[in-house]
C-alpha cells in the first residue's frame, strides 16, 4: 500500500508475523493507482533490519521520529488482530507502504490476519525529518476522529488551544538535534535553566551530543498549568558513548505570558 501523507490517512490493521523485510516482489496486492503524489507504489529502496524498529501500538497516540531520504528508509513492525484499524498522522512529505506476513504490499485498508506487520517509511525526493503519529484501535467500524489521532497537531482542550505537550517535548529534542539552542533556551522555565551554570554550558554540553534518538513520548498527567511526559530518548555522544536517559519524567509548566509548555524538572519515572 502507497501512502502519500500530508493530512490524516485512515488504515485498518491486524498485524501477522512478518518473516522477511524485502520488497515485495507479487504485485496482486498492489493498487490500481498513478504515482503522481511523488511516491513510487512500491519501495526502490530496501530496509536495513538495523533501522527497523518494533514498537507496540495501542488506542492511544505514540509519535515516532526520524530522518529519511531517497536511498534511506525507516521501518516500524507491530502487532495486532484482525480488525484493527490502524491511524496514521504527519505533516511532512513522505511516502509509507505496509507489507503483509507473506511480505505482499497491502491494497486494502482491513489486514486479513493476526500478526506482525512492517511499515516502511521513505522520502518524497531529497531527505527530511518527520514525526508520525500511530493509533491502534480495536473496532474497524468505530469511525476515527481527528481528535483520536492529532498528537502531531495543536489541539483543542476544555479551556483552551494549547499544543500537545507530548508534540512540545518531541519538538524540543528535535530542535536539540537542529542545534537551534536559542529557541531550545526559551522553552525551559527560570528553575530548569538554573540546573545549567549559564546559557554558554548548555550549549557546550549539548554540542557534546552528536545525535538524540527519540523514541516513544507519553502524556502521564495533565492538567490546567501542567503536564508530566515520559520520553525514551538515547544520546550518541561525539567521544562515542551512547547511553539511554533514565530520567525521562519531563514536567511541565504552562507559561501564560509565553503562550507555551515550559521544562520545569526531570526524574527518574
Avoid at 534511506?72 to 506476513?101: D, H, R
Wanted: charged share 20%; hydrophobic share 35%.
Amino acid at each position: 500500500m502507497k501512502i502519500y501523507l500530508k493530512n490524516l490517512f485512515i488504515y485498518s490493521t491486524i498485524v501477522t508475523f512478518i518473516t522477511s523485510l524485502m520488497a515485495c516482489q507479487n504485485d496482486s496486492f498492489l493498487p490500481d493507482f498513478t504515482t503522481s503524489s511523488g511516491c513510487s507504489e512500491k519501495p526502490k529502496v530496501s530496509l536495513n533490519a538495523k533501522d527497523v524498529e518494533a514498537m507496540v501500538l495501542h488506542e492511544s497516540t505514540i509519535t515516532k521520529s526520524g530522518q529519511v531520504s531517497i536511498n534511506k528508509s525507516v521501518g516500524y513492525t507491530f502487532m495486532g488482530k484482525t480488525g484493527n484499524k490502524l491511524v496514521y498522522q504527519t505533516n511532512q512529505n513522505i511516502c509509507i507502504w505496509v507489507y503483509t506476513p507473506d511480505n505482499k504490499l497491502m491494497n486494502n485498508p482491513v489486514l486479513p490476519v493476526d500478526g506482525k506487520y512492517i511499515i516502511q517509511i521513505g522520502a518524497m525526493e531529497g531527505a527530511t525529518t518527520f514525526d508520525l503519529g500511530l493509533q491502534l484501535q480495536k473496532d474497524a467500524e468505530t469511525p476515527i476522529s481527528l481528535t483520536q489521532s492529532s498528537l502531531l497537531e495543536t489541539k483543542q482542550t476544555k479551556n483552551s488551544n494549547r499544543q500537545d505537550p507530548a508534540v512540545f517535548i518531541r519538538n524540543y529534542y528535535l530542535s536539540l538535534n537542529n542545534r537551534e539552542y536559542s529557541q531550545t533556551w526559551s522553552n525551559l522555565s527560570d528553575q530548569f535553566k538554573n540546573y545549567s551554570s549559564s546559557y554558554s554550558e548548555y550549549q557546550k554540553w549539548w554540542n557534546s551530543v552528536k545525535e538524540i534518538k527519540i523514541g516513544n513520548i507519553e502524556i502521564v498527567n495533565i492538567s490546567n498549568n501542567t503536564a508530566s511526559i515520559d520520553a525514551e530518548l538515547w544520546y550518541y555522544m561525539n567521544d562515542g558513548r551512547e547511553f539511554q536517559d533514565t530520567r525521562n519524567r519531563i514536567y511541565l509548566i504552562w507559561s501564560e505570558n509565553n503562550n507555551t509548555w515550559l521544562i520545569n524538572d526531570k526524574s527518574e519515572p
